[in-house]
């Protein structure tokens, strides 16, 4: 039999498998989250091209796994308390959030806690790195999960299509914190402001607590860092202890502070637009403080 033959004939059982796994991880998914899962997911609105994907890539399918995932992570592991999700507006809007903990785990249980918490439950967007489309795999992922590259045209077209889009103002500085900064807000970037400014978008401040403590790191390869360019290398002393690659299992804590909106011109000085972002971080800052006071235990 010709290559093609055997191909042809092999086609039938790898679809067999492939639906057998599906069904697995479907009823692993059901025992672990819940019907909720699938009745929330059922309930996400979705616009959809004629390929089965959205403008930006994202695919329901890709989506649904990686949600289920970060789920099981948002509600088993990490334990996640979630306050203010009252504040949560229907329609467009900008969270911005300070970032830590050396991987992006605060940004998925972010939209882990839009997708099982908020109601409706709804797709969170994210600005990912450009450094990431030199990842062969990651860019694919992102892009499937519905995660865009971070560029303003990318972020407005988003928001005019009434997403829930996530953005971390302090960028690869905030998430590479060492410890002994931790909480501590570095500056942010102006591009949001501009960005609500010019959409019309209001600005949900939330603060994660918890991301600081699940790596520790005491400093950053930065010569290393540049060499491969990538935004950071941490030195974690936790990797050299068994299982020591996974993240300490802290106790995650999300505040929703209330929507803030602001006036002006987008393409206003930075001088002006500084003094709306300062608003917004101190906000930020505040919202932190006041979580880390009312937290009794890191893991508890």
């Given at each position: 039999?010709?290559?093609g033959?055997?191909?042809?004939?092999?086609?039938?059982?790898?679809?067999?498998?492939?639906?057998?796994?599906?069904?697995?991880?479907?009823?692993?998914?059901?025992?672990?989250?819940?019907e909720?899962?699938?009745?929330?997911?059922?309930?996400?609105?979705?616009?959809?091209?004629a390929?089965?994907?959205?403008?930006?890539?994202?695919?329901?399918?890709?989506?649904?796994y990686?949600?289920?995932?970060?789920?099981f992570?948002?509600?088993?592991?990490?334990r996640t308390?979630?306050?203010?999700?009252?504040?949560?507006?229907?329609?467009?809007?900008?969270?911005?959030?300070?970032h830590?903990?050396?991987?992006p785990?605060d940004?998925?249980?972010?939209?882990?806690?839009?997708?099982?918490?908020?109601?409706?439950?709804?797709f969170?967007?994210?600005?990912?790195?450009?450094?990431?489309q030199?990842l062969?795999?990651?860019?694919?992922?992102?892009?499937?999960?519905?995660?865009?590259?971070?560029?303003p045209?990318?972020?407005?077209?988003?928001?005019?299509?009434?997403e829930?889009?996530?953005?971390?103002?302090?960028?690869?500085?905030?998430?590479?914190?060492?410890?002994?900064q931790r909480y501590?807000?570095?500056?942010?970037?102006?591009?949001?402001?501009?960005?609500?400014?010019?959409?019309?978008?209001?600005i949900?401040?939330v603060?994660?607590?918890?991301?600081e403590?699940?790596?520790?790191?005491?400093?950053?390869?930065?010569?290393?860092?540049?060499?491969?360019?990538?935004?950071?290398?941490?030195?974690?002393?936790?990797?050299?202890?068994?299982?020591?690659?996974?993240?300490?299992?802290?106790?995650?804590?999300?505040?929703?502070g209330?929507?803030?909106?602001?006036?002006?011109?987008?393409d206003?000085d930075?001088?002006?637009?500084?003094?709306?972002?300062?608003?917004?971080?101190?906000?930020?800052?505040?919202?932190i403080?006041r979580?880390?006071?009312?937290?009794?235990?890191?893991?508890f």
């Open positions: 039999m010709r290559l033959g055997r191909l042809r004939a092999a086609a039938p059982l790898a679809r067999r498998l492939i639906d057998s796994a599906t069904s697995g991880i479907d009823d692993w998914m059901t025992g672990k989250l819940g909720e899962f699938n009745d929330r997911l059922a309930r996400v609105p979705l616009n959809l091209t390929t089965g994907v959205d403008e930006f890539g994202m695919d329901p399918a890709w989506t649904k990686a949600l289920a995932s970060v789920a992570l948002h509600r088993k592991y990490f308390e979630i306050f203010g999700k009252e504040h949560v507006p229907a329609g467009r809007m900008l969270l911005v959030s300070n830590s903990g050396q991987v785990i940004g998925a249980l972010i939209g882990a806690s839009l997708f099982m918490d908020v109601e409706p439950p709804r969170m967007r994210a600005m990912v790195e450009k450094w990431t030199t062969p795999f990651v860019s694919l992922f992102f892009s499937r999960v519905g995660q865009v590259v971070g560029v045209e990318n972020a407005k077209r988003l928001l005019l299509n009434d829930a889009l996530l953005v971390f103002p302090e960028g690869a500085r905030g998430i590479s914190k060492p410890f002994d501590q807000l570095v500056d942010f970037g102006l591009g949001f402001m501009r960005l609500a400014l010019e959409t019309n978008t209001p949900v401040p603060a994660v607590i918890g991301g403590e699940q790596y520790i790191s005491v400093g950053n390869f930065d010569s290393l860092a540049r060499v491969l360019r990538a935004p950071s290398i941490p030195i974690l002393p936790q990797l050299l202890l068994p299982f020591g690659a996974l993240p300490l299992p802290t106790r995650y804590r999300i505040y929703f209330e929507p803030m909106r602001f006036e002006g011109d987008p206003d930075d001088a002006v637009i500084e003094e709306k972002v300062f608003v917004v971080k101190a906000t930020i800052q505040s919202m403080n979580g880390l006071k009312a937290r009794k235990s890191v893991f």
